[in-house]
Nanobody, 123 residues
Framework: QVRLVESGGGLVQAGGSLKLSCAVS????????TGWFRQTPGKEREFVAA????????YYSDTVKGRFTISRDNAKNTVYLQMNSLKPEDTAIYYC????????????????WGQGTQVTVSS
């Protein structure tokens, strides 16, 4: 059974940094892609970043490009999201999700999801 567990969320001041982790329990880690999404109350879930866990290709939303970095450690079956220069508008619940094959920006194409971790950026 596929299981994803996020960690690393918290409260940070604007301009600060946080690093989120997503531990993925899956047999063929390199055959999957993992994405990070975020959601605030009353809004749809928004794509943030994604990575192909085999070849390592990455993709970012324009909103976070240049501030966030997604990476993976195949030995640990873990995907990270390093978030720098955080802004109050980055406040959200962050979810990681995984799918077989290459990454996608569409949440409906991800079959497995974590429980989410809260990120709060104060001004």
């Amino acid at each position: 059974q596929v299981r994803l567990v996020e960690s690393g969320g918290g409260l940070v001041q604007a301009g600060g940094s946080l690093k989120l982790s997503c531990a993925v329990s899956i047999r063929t880690f390199s055959s999957y892609a993992t994405g990070w999404f975020r959601q605030t109350p009353g809004k749809e879930r928004e794509f943030v970043a994604a990575i192909n866990m085999g070849a390592g290709g990455v993709y970012y939303s324009d909103t976070v490009k240049g501030r966030f970095t997604i990476s993976r450690d195949n030995a640990k079956n873990t995907v990270y999201l390093q978030m720098n220069s955080l802004k109050p508008e980055d406040t959200a619940i962050y979810y990681c999700a995984t799918r077989f094959g290459r990454f996608s920006v569409k949440e409906t194409e991800y079959a497995y999801w974590g429980q989410g971790t809260q990120v709060t950026v104060s001004s």
